[in-house]
């Protein structure tokens, strides 16, 4: 039998559950809500909420702050442990106020005070449910090849743990890791399983973006500020306000932009371009690296104080060949969702396939493996995924004999053998080389200092007929 979470009612009334111990406030809500096309559950008091929750499917719950015994923050307790997902509005007296901002703080989606607009309240839940709509839908079928039911490797299933406990709090974490080892996805789910779930993540990837837009992308500027701001534009960093801004590639921000930054970590308030007033903004602040600031500190390239304000909770994600007992459940489900994606039949991943993807040294990680299984999946023949179909992507014929996890030189051969043959392939055009391999361009450029690579005489004489 199916938990009241796994349970989807499709073309059918949304349900809300409604709590207060006051009878007339029951049945106003009772009627707005009908009213409004909603299913209506109600109880008297949180324990009869609760066994509500237990045994019925809920979408969103309205319950009164003050109530005899157990009062709204309990339930709120509750309900977080019974359906961590589940939507939650307070209803408060003008004088309990403060409490139901401390609710919404611990988890509780918003507050109404009482006595309540009926046109406001059903504008409040239409927005909360459109939200969790786009929650549970949005990129659904690669957010679950990360299933914690599933994930064998004891490195990441400790990395889940920190990032279900570090999500409860509003602590500005930095995440560590190589490029493309999954560290937005993380930053998704601290988002995700924290209180500001339903309010918007704001993803800004500091090195794709042009030194000099990055100001006006973050900051955002008024009419006029300069020639070409023709109209005033809200900044990112405002666009996140009440949810979660994700500062990927902190470590490519130049350190003009690092002062600016941290005069808004400090005072939570930012001015646009041209502007003369300050706004105050409340988001949640996640910054990640694949470079070693430290290093970069130490350099001159990177501010120490914004470095401490940035790591107030750190998260390292580990390397894939770190986590080989993942790669076939990783494998599977990316397969799984490509073949729906693109629409084709549902491919068979032979047993061999499977040992080649363990034992391959992925120097890109999660991104290269994905990528792989895409092209892999697309031209694979008979709906069976062989071996010999991932080397269409420009991937290595490695015997596994040549990768032996006992000897870590075997791996750092193969993987700067991996990028030489990404190279060759790709002329020596250290662009293409990485898109072949699924990394970013400082990526390989970090790997190819690192191996000593002359990527120049690939690409003088680099075999272009591949």
Same mark, same amino acid.
């Given at each position: ?26 049945? =106003? ?7 409004? +096309?909603?299913? !209506?559950?109600?109880? *008297?008091?949180?324990? #009869? ?15 009164? $702050?003050? $109530? ?33 901002? @401390?609710?919404?703080? *611990? ?24 939200? =969790? ?17 599933? &994930? ?13 406990? =570090? ?5 500005? &974490? ?29 993803? !800004? ?37 009440? +949810? ?6 902190? +470590? ?35 910054? *990640? ?11 001159? @390239?990177? @501010? ?7 790591? =107030? ?32 039949? $549902? ?38 995924? @062989? ?19 006992? #000897? ?14 990404a190279l060759k392939q790709a002329g020596g055009v250290q662009k293409s080389a990485a898109k072949l391999l ?29």
């Amino acid at each position: 039998m199916n938990s009241p979470e796994e349970v989807k009612i499709s073309g059918s009334q949304q349900s809300i559950l409604v709590v207060d111990d006051d009878r007339h406030v029951l049945e =106003v809500l009772e009627a707005r809500l009908s009213s409004g +096309g909603f299913q !209506v559950l109600k109880a *008297a008091g949180a324990p #009869e909420a609760l066994k509500i929750i237990k045994t019925q499917h809920v979408d969103l719950l309205i319950s009164d $702050m003050k $109530m005899p015994g157990m009062g709204g923050m309990g339930l709120l307790t509750e309900v977080r442990s019974l359906r961590p997902g589940l939507p939650l509005i307070f209803l408060t007296a003008y004088g309990t106020i403060p409490d139901a901002v @401390r609710a919404v703080k *611990a988890g509780a989606v918003d507050y109404l005070a009482k006595p309540f607009d009926g046109r406001e309240l059903l504008k409040k839940i239409h927005k909360i449910l459109e939200g =969790v709509s786009l929650h549970l839908t949005s990129d659904k079928e690669f957010d679950r090849i990360q299933d914690l039911d599933k &994930v064998k490797s004891p490195v990441m299933r400790e990395l889940y743990d920190l990032i279900e406990r =570090v999500a409860a709090s509003d602590v500005n &974490v930095l995440i560590l890791g190589e490029s493309g080892v999954g560290k937005e996805h993380a930053a998704s789910l601290i988002h995700q399983m924290g209180p500001r779930q339903y309010q918007p993540l704001v993803v !800004v990837d500091c090195s794709a973006t042009p030194e000099g837009l990055l100001e006006s992308e973050l900051f955002g500027h008024v009419k006029g500020s300069f020639t070409h701001a023709i109209r005033d534009k809200k900044g990112l960093i405002e666009t996140a306000d009440g +949810g979660t801004l994700f500062l990927d590639e902190i +470590g490519n921000v130049s350190l003009e932009m690092q002062t600016r930054l941290l005069r808004f970590l400090e005072n939570r308030k930012i001015r646009r371009i041209g502007a003369v007033r300050e706004t105050a903004i409340d988001c949640r602040i996640i910054a *990640a690296t694949n470079t070693d600031l430290l290093k970069d500190i130490k350099a001159g @390239r990177f @501010r120490e104080d914004l470095y401490y304000r940035l790591r =107030v909770f750190t998260l390292k994600i580990p390397l894939l060949r770190e986590r080989k007992e993942d790669i076939p459940f990783l494998s599977q489900n990316f397969v799984e969702a490509f073949c729906k994606s693109h629409k084709v039949p $549902m491919v068979k991943i032979l047993p061999e396939t499977v040992k080649w993807l363990c034992d391959y040294p992925w120097p890109g990680n999660v991104r290269e493996l994905k990528n792989a299984l895409e092209v892999a999946v697309v031209l694979c023949k008979d709906d069976v995924l @062989r071996p010999s179909d991932l080397r269409i992507t420009g991937l290595p014929d490695l015997p596994s004999t040549a990768l032996s996890e006992s #000897e870590p030189f075997s791996l750092q051969e193969s993987e700067r053998n991996t990028i030489i043959r990404a190279l060759k392939q790709a002329g020596g055009v250290q662009k293409s080389a990485a898109k072949l391999l699924g990394i970013s361009r400082r990526a390989i450029h970090y790997k190819i200092k690192k191996f000593d690579i002359d990527s120049s005489a690939l690409r003088h004489n680099g075999d272009r007929s591949h």
